[in-house]
């Protein structure tokens, strides 16, 4: 098991550019006071402990989604969580991996 298979769901065959070009969504899974000191662009700040009350929201967005934090653990954890709900899912690891792709 790799270092992202211990968060779960790392970017198995699925890259974050791809996701982006198909309309992917970011969510942002830190603590407001981590988003405002810097995200993607466009992302949504969603923290990890509420992920579960928001499925239903994220679900009708209707489009795949990239999870983000500080360091890809509680993305991955995130991640996992969402794949399990039957939302199309990868982990984008630290925000700024994803933030170096969306202008």
């Known amino acids: 098991m790799g270092f992202f ?7 198995a065959g699925a890259s974050i550019e791809e996701y982006l070009k198909e309309g992917a969504v970011v969510i942002d899974v830190r603590t407001v006071e981590e988003f405002k000191e810097g995200h993607v662009k466009g992302s949504k700040n969603m923290v990890l402990n509420a992920i579960p009350t928001k499925v239903a929201e994220i679900k009708k967005m209707n489009k795949k989604v990239i999870a983000v934090c500080r360091s890809g653990a509680r993305s991955g954890q995130a991640t996992s969580f969402l794949k399990q709900q039957g939302i199309d899912a990868i982990n984008g690891g630290p925000w700024q991996n994803v933030a170096k792709f969306v202008q």
């Open 5 to 11: 298979g211990l968060f779960g769901g790392g970017n």
